[in-house]
Structure formats: C-alpha cells, structure tokens
C-alpha cells in the first residue's frame, strides 16, 4: 500500500508542471487559477493519504 500511495506521488509531482504548462496556454490563464489548480494537484496525494489513513482495519 505505501508504494501504491508513493507511486500516486511521484506521478503527479511529475505530471504537475506539464499540466500547469497545458493549463496555462501561455499566459492566458490568470495567476489565481493557475495557482488553484497547482494547490489542488498538489493537495490530491495528501487527501488520499489522509482518507486511507482512516480506514478502520480489518
């Protein structure tokens, strides 16, 4: 299960510049969003972490 999570980790943290550079399309895009969206790509791994670290065991 850990490698699982860090695997989810590393992917988006790769993933992430390319999809802000895509979001972004070239100065289009206001700051604000642009940096929403880089919090909430962010944010994912740790609210994943957070709901499977709640999960009563069997």
Known sequence: MATLVW???ELLRGWTPLLITVFGRAAETPPEILGAFAVG???TPLVVL???GRRPAP
């Open 50 to 52: 957070l709901v499977l």
């Open 41 to 43: 790509v962010t944010a």
């Open 7 to 9: 695997l989810l980790i």
